[in-house]
């Protein structure tokens, strides 16, 4: 399997897994909305499993305190501590308290949920393995930490940038990876006019445009990237949109990728 089709495949397979979380969220919503934040992470192996179990705060306020804390910890092995459990099980216990279903009145409620939470559950597990593969693949390339080696830009959007570019010897000049990525200036003409828009072609590679406008949102927050926040300021104080001055970064970092890819040298923020 090449990287591109295993980045794909992870993307396909996540575009599934948020479809299943709203839909479990709808029904828990109908079951047991208190449970929300309860431990933080809805959707952590410790609170499907739970709920898994123990559906409806009906079933919640039947267990004691004990029963509960030791229901949690055996689902968090060695990853917490018996303290933390006991103080989760007393933020369920108040959730329950206040749930306003005690008890819901439909069983396809608990049938629904008892399905999307084995269906959550396996894309986690699908998706990690996939994780692992890309990883492990984008890892042989020279090329993954040199992209890294712009601040913004981690692992994940690292591998997409480099699935989707694939061979940089395919483009003999920044521009045209540019237009690959469908961040150019579109045209419009009539006649002997020639006008060039504001709005750019959106042709080429949707997933990489998309991983390089969240490289560069990454990259001025915070001043992370330094360079690109300045060239950022820059076309705002210019009276450029915030999309427009966005899109402009998105355009250098294509450039400063090119140079990384073509002369195998990493990024120098001086």
């Known amino acids: 399997m090449n990287l591109r089709f295993l980045t794909r495949q992870y ?8 479809q299943a979380k709203l839909q479990f969220q709808a029904i828990l919503d109908q079951v047991f909305p208190e449970y929300h934040g309860v431990f933080g992470d809805l959707y952590s192996k410790v609170s499907l499993r739970f709920l ?15 029963e509960i804390t030791n229901a949690i910890q055996s689902f968090t092995g060695r990853g917490k501590s018996v303290s933390w459990s006991l103080e989760r099980a007393q933020v369920l216990v108040a959730a329950a308290k206040r749930n306003p279903f005690k008890e819901t009145a439909f069983s396809s409620h608990l049938i629904s949920m008892h399905l999307l939470i084995k269906l959550l559950l396996q894309y986690q597990d699908h998706l990690s393995t996939l994780n692992k593969s890309v990883d492990g693949l984008a890892e042989e390339l020279l090329e993954y930490d040199l992209i890294q080696s712009i601040p913004g830009i981690g692992t994940k959007i690292a591998a997409t940038i480099l699935a989707e570019i694939g061979e940089i010897d395919r483009f003999d000049h920044a521009k045209k990876l540019v237009a690959f990525a469908g961040v150019d200036p579109s045209v419009f003409s009539s006649g002997k006019f ?4 504001n709005k750019i072609t959106k042709h ?13 949102r990454c990259g001025i927050r915070s001043n992370r990237n330094k360079k690109l926040r300045t060239y950022y300021d820059k076309k705002r104080a210019e009276g450029k949109l915030f999309k427009v001055a966005v899109i402009a970064c ?21």
């Open 204 to 216: 080429g590679s949707r997933r990489l445009r998309t991983a390089l406008y969240q490289a560069v």
């Open 11 to 18: 993307e396909a397979l996540t575009g599934m897994y948020v």
């Open 194 to 197: 020639v006008a060039t828009q």
């Open 250 to 270: 998105v355009n250098k970092l294509i450039h400063w990728i090119f140079a990384i890819l073509t002369t195998k040298e990493a990024f120098r923020l001086e």
């Open 52 to 66: 898994a179990l123990h559906p409806t705060s009906k079933e919640v306020l039947e267990m004691s305190e004990l």
